[in-house]
């Protein structure tokens, strides 16, 4: 039973969707201000935070600066509908993906779901060995990454948009089927989620011997993390 945390001060909205996350099988706990979800998200061992942006003193980004900080922990924001600068700032930040307000606590639970199947550990007993690409190494079963041989922090999103770029190194994945495989959701019209998680992946990475970008852009289709020539 996945645990999860609702950080809202609407307190009649919270109320709300933790009473229809448990009866769909979660458990669920709300707390009403930055402060105290920036702490329980990282101490009380939930397994996803939901994460309102708009709370009267520390606000969902900075509550989500203090999260990032101690832990990767996948965090959905809810951001007001239309509203892209939150939106784009969370997942700048190291939100996992966001849910625009107002939405219906089955959009929400459908969400969380999907999220929570990404990060769902492997029995690594029967998980296979790692994706080896050039300087890049992961391991699916228990997602963890290294980077020229160095450990590679990621969030949960993060992990699987590189996890799929890397199976088809050397190709171009369309932005359509990142959507599906690293946010688990169909992608939508001007939805700008994976540019943001590939700028934020090509940061930790860095830049190539010449300069280049180890994840290439192909205008109009999508994304390719480059191979080096055998």
Not at 157 to 171: D, I, P, V, Y
Not at 177 to 201: K, Q, Y
Request: glycine fraction near 10%; aromatic fraction near 4%.
């Amino acid at each position: 039973m996945a645990r999860v945390l609702l950080v809202d001060d609407d307190a009649e909205l919270a109320s709300m969707l933790v009473e229809y996350l448990v009866q769909d099988g979660f458990e669920a706990e709300a707390v009403h201000d930055g402060e105290t979800g920036s702490v329980h998200a990282v101490d009380a061992g939930f397994d996803i935070v939901v994460l309102d942006v708009m709370m009267p003193g520390i606000g969902g980004i900075e509550a989500l600066k203090r999260i990032r900080a101690r832990s990767n922990v996948p965090v959905v924001m809810l951001t007001a509908r239309g509203d892209d600068i939150d939106r784009i700032v969370g997942l700048e930040l190291g939100a996992d993906d966001y849910v625009p307000k107002p939405c219906t606590p089955r959009e929400l639970a459908a969400r969380l779901r999907a999220i929570l199947r990404r990060v769902q550990p492997v029995d690594s007993a029967g998980a296979d060995g790692p994706i080896v690409v050039g300087p890049l190494r992961l391991w699916p079963g228990t997602r963890q990454a290294e980077w020229h041989d160095a450990p590679l922090p990621l969030t949960s999103t993060e992990f699987s948009l590189l996890e799929a770029l890397a199976r088809k190194a050397g190709q171009v994945v369309d932005k359509s089927e990142l959507s599906e495989t690293a946010l688990g959701r169909p992608l939508a019209r001007f939805d700008r989620a994976i540019d943001v998680h590939v700028s934020s992946l090509r940061q930790k990475l860095g830049p190539r011997p010449d300069g280049s970008s180890w994840i290439g852009t192909v205008r109009g289709r999508g994304y390719q993390f480059v191979r080096d020539p055998d």
